[in-house]
């Protein structure tokens, strides 16, 4: 048994940087790969990710069996080698498979969990009914971030709810901000902090591929968490922003715009991001699990055209940037 995760790499509420959604390599034929997976790890570190964040909504967690997600899991926090905080998504229908992953995966020495409310909750009372069972399933101690993601789950909480869970919830310790249009709910839960209504908490960036996060650190949030073919821009940004240099946070955010936005696209977003990883070498196949889409030959053409106009603009940025 892996030695647990020491106390220095648990999530706390001052987390801050670039937490990086991570993708599931396949093989051609479907299987994890798992070469794959310690060269993806290593294509993250290497740009600077301060986490990397696993079996989230564009890791195709839900194609995986039990059995895959903790053998995935335990590659990726054994090639992370303790370098950075490793965070799981847990979210499941049912509260016993969720206990039973989330316990699994701090053993092998992750930061923290992350889950989103039930798809099938409509209320406010059974939002909140459900987060008081995630806190009675996890625990105390075990620190875990709110996903709010009303596009995939198709449940809206609004800021005064929010508020409420994160008040009732002692140990969630961050919330993954992927509202849109949220950054009236990102400036409210900083105030209700200014305010001492509510105790800090981490809050990072979600919405696709960091299409607001500009604006969002300017607003309060304390990095990113989300994924995108070219990563490096994400740390970039909010290294900038950290330094105070808000105006070049915005140029870099711009050169990167026109893919970033490209590779959002309902439906072809995650196979666009493959192509792309497969492309920069961090993956050896941008295999999909079914159902998934395929790239036509002008989805190829569109994407070669942006990444040459990408490059010259940070070129004339003189920005770092490695193919």
């Not at 009372?125 to 971030?145: H, S």
């Not at 009303?150 to 009732?168: E, R």
Request: proline share 5%; aromatic share 4%; with cysteine.
């Amino acid at each position: 048994m892996r030695e647990k995760a020491s106390p220095m790499h648990r999530l706390d509420r001052h987390a801050r940087g670039a937490y990086l959604i991570a993708v599931t390599p396949f093989a051609d034929d479907g299987s994890l790969d798992l070469a794959s997976t310690d060269r993806m790890v290593d294509f993250y570190l290497e740009r600077g990710a301060t986490g990397l964040t696993v079996l989230g909504i564009m890791g195709e967690a839900s194609k995986l069996t039990a059995e895959e997600s903790r053998v995935f899991v335990r590659q990726v926090i054994a090639r992370v080698n303790r370098a950075v905080p490793v965070v799981v998504g847990v979210s499941s229908p049912g509260f016993a498979p969720m206990r039973e992953l989330a316990m699994g995966v701090m053993e092998l020495g992750a930061a923290g969990v992350m889950v989103a409310p039930a798809p099938t909750l409509r209320t406010d009372d059974q939002i909140l009914a459900y987060f008081d069972m995630v806190n009675e399933t996890l625990g105390p101690r075990l620190p875990w971030v709110l996903q709010d993601h009303p596009i995939s789950t198709g449940v809206q909480m609004a800021t005064g709810l929010v508020l409420k869970i994160l008040k009732n919830s002692p140990d969630c310790v961050m919330l993954k901000h992927e509202d849109s249009p949220g950054l009236a709910k990102l400036s409210a839960i900083r105030a209700a902090e200014a305010r001492g209504d509510l105790q800090r908490v981490s809050i990072l960036t979600g919405n696709g591929g960091g299409l607001f996060l500009p604006e969002e650190l300017t607003r309060g949030a304390d990095g990113a968490m989300t994924g995108f073919a070219y990563p490096e821009m994400m740390v970039d940004v909010v290294k900038a922003h950290a330094h105070g240099d808000a105006e070049r946070a915005h140029d870099l955010f711009d050169a990167y715009l026109a893919l970033a936005r490209y590779e959002q696209q309902t439906g072809i977003g995650l196979a666009v991001r493959k192509h792309l990883m497969l492309q920069r070498g961090a993956i050896a196949s941008a295999m999909l699990r079914k159902p998934g889409p395929t790239l036509s030959a002008a989805d190829v053409a569109d994407i070669d055209l942006l990444v040459r106009r990408q490059e010259r603009r940070l070129r004339e940025l003189g920005a770092r940037h490695a193919i």
